[in-house]
């Protein structure tokens, strides 16, 4: 009788091991560059911002990689092709910002992987077809100026001057914040990457959810980030007295409001969506009152935008339906829209390859969180790698990844490179 093949397993060089071990002792290094005594936060164009980009800046020179800082205060690092002929871009990176009380993996390991694959072919004296930039991003949280993506948005030539009057808590505008950290607003433009000749944006990144540790796997292929749509529902019914209105008599919109509730998920499971019931208050709000009016919110996000808004419409009509034959009224406001962006097929297919051929199975995941890699969507084509972290636990000090996941992430990314450059030789010989 045959025995079946033995599963391939992966299994890191020692190089990938001693540069996993490098990695998780910098994520631990940068951890310490914060501006809370008890936790982790390093936000856009402070002083942790400015000793985090040094201390990235001199690991780059250290692996001999040129490094400087754009005009959006972004770390980039260069590992140049050799010759002088013109050559195209491929970006890696990922941001190096928190939020407040972080964990120590959330963007800084994307860019610290990235680093050591740069530095990895830069000592072999590997030589790639196209220069491999990294781009360690200054604020994509959004901690201190509220809005998010700002350093990505630079790099993709989509900044709005009307960001610079953002300010801080404290008063300060995003434009004198830039001043303060060296970098002058007007040159900001000179951050966009938008008029070179790229080849794509690749990004690592812990999965920040729990379905790689579900399926038992490492790393995971992101086909797209999600869209959302998120709306403020009213409910209104008829308040009444507690005591003395009869239950067959009443119009309880808190009631109405909790089926509401029930629909929602009946309907993300339909369309295998995710959507969220996050906030709920009913009003007037006494212990002895029949809620009359109840308003919630909802959130609803998908990989596709088309399955989205087909899951926002027949949650509309069958709310009203339901809403209606309790007698009652339904009011819609939509809050905000944000459509999916796509990963590139191609470079999907190769990040694919790359954990197939480690002996791994790549798990594909819809991203539901935003990423540095939908404002460089605009730019050009992106790919996303996600790594296992320990119960799904993000943007909280207990965030945790395993050395061995990172030595994984790296090999693939080495692998994707390779991939890469020989497409490149093909096809801009
Ligand atoms: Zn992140």
Do not use: K
Not at 11 to 34: G, K, N, W, Y
Not at 290 to 298: A, K, L, N, R
């Amino acid at each position: 009788m045959d025995t079946p093949p033995a599963q391939q397993v992966f299994e890191a060089t020692p190089e990938q091991r001693a540069a996993a071990a490098r990695v998780m002792a910098r994520c631990d290094e940068l951890a310490s560059i914060s501006s809370l005594d008890d936790g982790i936060y390093r936000s856009f164009l402070t002083p942790e911002h400015a000793r985090c980009n040094a201390r990235v800046a001199g690991w780059l020179e250290e692996a001999g990689l040129a490094a400087w800082q754009d005009a959006a205060g972004n770390l980039c690092g260069r590992l140049a092709a050799p010759g002088d002929g013109p050559r195209r871009t491929l970006m890696l990176g990922s941001h190096l910002d928190t939020v407040r009380n972080a964990g120590s993996y959330d963007g800084i390991l994307g860019v610290l992987v990235a680093l050591e694959a740069m530095a990895g072919f830069h000592a072999a004296g590997e030589a790639l077809p196209f220069h491999v930039d990294l781009l360690g991003f200054g604020d994509e949280e959004g901690a201190r100026f509220g809005t998010t993506l700002l350093g990505s948005r630079a790099v993709a030539g989509s900044w709005d001057p009307a960001w610079f009057d953002l300010r801080d808590g404290d008063g300060t505008t995003l434009g004198e914040a830039l001043g303060a950290f060296g970098c002058d607003p007007a040159a900001i433009g000179s951050a966009s990457r938008a008029g070179e000749e790229l080849v794509g944006y690749l990004e690592v990144h812990i999965e920040q959810g729990p379905v790689l540790e579900d399926n038992d796997q490492p790393l995971g292929v992101v086909p797209s980030i999600a869209g959302a749509r998120r709306f403020r529902v009213r409910v209104s019914g008829r308040a009444g007295h507690a005591g003395t209105v009869p239950m067959n008599m009443r119009q309880d919109a808190l009631v109405a409001a909790a089926s509401a509730v029930h629909l929602v998920e009946r309907i993300a499971d339909r369309f295998e969506i995710v959507a969220t019931v996050g906030q709920l208050q009913c009003y007037p709000g006494a212990p002895n009152v029949i809620p009359g009016d109840c308003e919630f919110t909802v959130d609803i996000r998908a990989g596709r935008d088309h399955t989205r808004d087909l899951a926002v419409e027949a949650l509309t009509d069958e709310l009203a339906r339901l809403i209606g034959s309790r007698g009652m009224r339904v009011a819609w406001e939509e809050t905000h829209r944000a459509p999916a962006v796509e990963c590139a097929s191609w470079l999907q297919r190769v990040l694919e390859n790359a954990v197939l051929d480690l002996g791994l199975n790549p798990v594909s995941i819809v991203s539901g969180a935003g990423h540095d890699a939908m404002s460089l969507a605009e730019l050009t084509d992106v790919g996303m790698l996600f790594v296992r972290c320990a119960g799904g636990i993000s943007h909280h000090p207990a965030e945790s990844v395993a050395e061995e996941d990172v030595a994984a992430a790296l090999a693939a990314l080495e692998l994707t490179l390779r991939a890469l450059a020989a497409r490149e030789r093909e096809e801009n010989p």
